[in-house]
């Protein structure tokens, strides 16, 4: 959560941008589902995000940042970009854009922008392919030691971008805030949902580095 105040734990509702980020990996991580099961997880996660941007809503936040899917995988030789991991990820930001006009229309007052990651990742991608930084991540094993060239690597760990992939992300995230927002001060807030697990996510990571 962004805001330009912080008075004493409270924050202004009006003075907010929530941002927000979703992804179900799970989904197409589960092989034994079909395609028509997680084409319909991708859409119940796009949904219960405008869910909880609604709630946020009726508790008076106005601004809204929504991060949409980024690609899972990079391409190959035979789909491109068009694989597995990266159909549920296009299926979300899908239904994703699909459902902004009527949450903008239901909610006239509130300011919606949303982020494509994809199309960053791609250009973090072909920067990598021009400047011979490998495709490889730096872990080789899900607990290995990080290697000695961080940034010589598009993937830390095979599911997680490196450092660098994230600056460009959180760059385009600032210049869509700065586009829409005079901001003259970045705080972040954590809340606590019980419905939400906050882990090591591509969101977060973008939101330590917009600071």
Not at 41 to 49: F, G, P
Not at 121 to 131: D, I, M, R, T
Not at 136 to 152: I, K
Request: hydrophobic share 40%.
């Amino acid at each position: 959560m962004f805001q330009k105040e912080h008075p004493s734990g409270s924050f202004d509702s009006n003075e907010t941008l929530v941002i927000i980020s979703a992804a179900a990996a799970d989904g197409w991580l589960t092989t034994d589902w079909s395609q028509d099961e997680k084409g319909n997880l991708a859409h119940e996660v796009a949904r219960a995000v405008y869910g909880e941007m609604t709630e946020l809503y009726l508790h008076g936040v106005r601004h809204f940042l929504l991060m949409s899917h980024w690609p899972i995988e990079v391409p190959n030789s035979d789909q491109g970009w068009d694989t597995e991991g990266n159909w549920y990820a296009q299926t979300q930001n899908e239904e994703t854009f699909r459902l902004a006009p009527e949450f903008r229309s239901n909610h006239t007052d509130a300011v919606l922008l949303i982020m494509q990651p994809f199309e960053v990742v791609k250009e973090a991608y072909h920067h990598a392919l021009s400047k011979n930084i490998s495709l490889l991540p730096c872990l080789r094993s899900a607990y290995g030691p990080l290697c000695d060239d961080p940034d010589n690597h598009l993937w830390t760990d095979g599911a997680h971008y490196s450092d660098w992939v994230h600056r460009m992300l959180a760059d385009h995230a600032r210049s869509l805030i700065r586009s829409e927002f005079e901001i003259r001060e970045i705080v972040i807030t954590l809340i606590e949902n019980n419905d939400v697990i906050i882990g090591l996510t591509i969101g977060a990571l973008i939101i330590c580095y917009l600071l």
